[in-house]
């Protein structure tokens, strides 16, 4: 089985490393890896399922990518089950499907120098962004699928977040043909379940507290049913207005969702505690009202000056053990 490929250039300058250590800190066991600095993971790709090509739920064709970050952007390979890159059917709108996904994922198209120079004027971030200059928020694969991680990831560690994520992708997610399992890393083996998969089989398999898991199966519920729209089409204010609709979930997963999904640039997540002790650690306000008050300064780009905050918390987290 042969891969089609891609490259996407980055608007300069880049932080590639930046973007490959936040999905190192984030993969799911079973749905994505970074081996050997290579991003990894498998996909269900809506309008793309022709002929053989194996077919995941809603009948999206499934796929493997693979993707290599460097200062000029990133070059991908893309396997479709059943498929070679001379399928049309597959070649022509998954392949589309897929780099513009890895792009958003990437942040690619980021002003970095519009927005270096409003950071720039904020003295303590100096030394960070002398280390990542062309730092990126990065964006999203599937809307729904960073919907439901983010609702899982609420008050808890990252290590504890990314365990019930496998768990779920294990036990109701689709599995991955065996033609793209053999060529994937060992492991890779599994599509993060739809909310199809959630609404109809969540009951008993989310874990954790229990107005946790009544938001996540509403959630479900709701995308499944077409009452929730995550739609990249939508503004921000509508995004996080919906979001806010629902029961249980507040300012912070609508935002973090809306910087990730819509690619929001000017969000400040100032509730995160991570976020706040970064501030600390750079000599800028921790508290919460003066943290939100210094943050104007950097305005329309506070989501990417956050995460400069978080960019000690994610190498940690990323850091081999």
Do not use: C, N
Not at 16 to 42: K, M, P, Q, S
Request: net charge neutral; charged share 15%; proline share 7%.
């Amino acid at each position: 089985m042969l891969p089609a490929t891609f490259t996407l250039p980055a608007r300069q300058p880049f932080d590639h490393a930046g973007v490959t250590r936040f999905l190192a800190a984030h993969a799911v066991a079973g749905v994505e890896a970074v081996v050997d600095g290579e991003y990894w993971r498998t996909l269900a790709v809506p309008g793309a399922a022709a002929g053989a090509a194996a077919a995941s739920a809603g009948g999206a064709a499934q796929a493997v990518v693979a993707v290599r970050a460097s200062p000029a952007g990133v070059t991908g390979r893309v396997w479709f089950a059943g498929a070679e890159p001379a399928d049309g059917g597959v070649a022509g709108g998954g392949v589309a499907a897929v780099s513009a996904a890895i792009g958003r994922l990437y942040d690619l198209d980021a002003d970095a120098p519009a927005i270096d120079a409003a950071l720039g004027r904020v003295p303590e971030l100096a030394a960070s962004l002398a280390a990542a200059p062309g730092i990126r928020m990065p964006g999203s694969t599937d809307p729904h699928e960073t919907l439901f991680r983010t609702l899982i990831g609420q008050q808890v560690s990252v290590k504890a977040a990314r365990t019930v994520q496998g768990t779920l992708a294990a036990a109701l997610g689709d599995r991955l043909d065996a033609r793209l399992a053999a060529i994937a890393p060992a492991g890779l083996s599994l599509l993060f379940p739809t909310a199809a998969q959630l609404s109809a089989g969540g009951v008993g398999v989310v874990r954790g507290p229990a107005s946790r898991v009544r938001t996540i199966l509403a959630v479900a519920d709701a995308l499944a049913d077409g009452s929730l729209v995550l739609g990249r089409d939508r503004s921000v204010p509508e995004l996080m207005a919906s979001l806010e609709a629902m029961p249980g979930i507040g300012p912070w997963t609508a935002g973090y969702v809306a910087m990730r999904v819509l690619g929001a640039p000017d969000i400040l997540l100032d509730g995160d505690l991570a976020l706040r002790a970064g501030a600390a650690a750079l000599g800028l306000p921790s508290e919460r009202r003066e943290l939100v008050r210094f943050a104007e300064r950097v305005a329309p780009w506070r989501s990417y000056f956050g995460m400069h905050l978080w960019r000690d918390a994610v190498s940690a987290i990323a850091a081999p053990r």
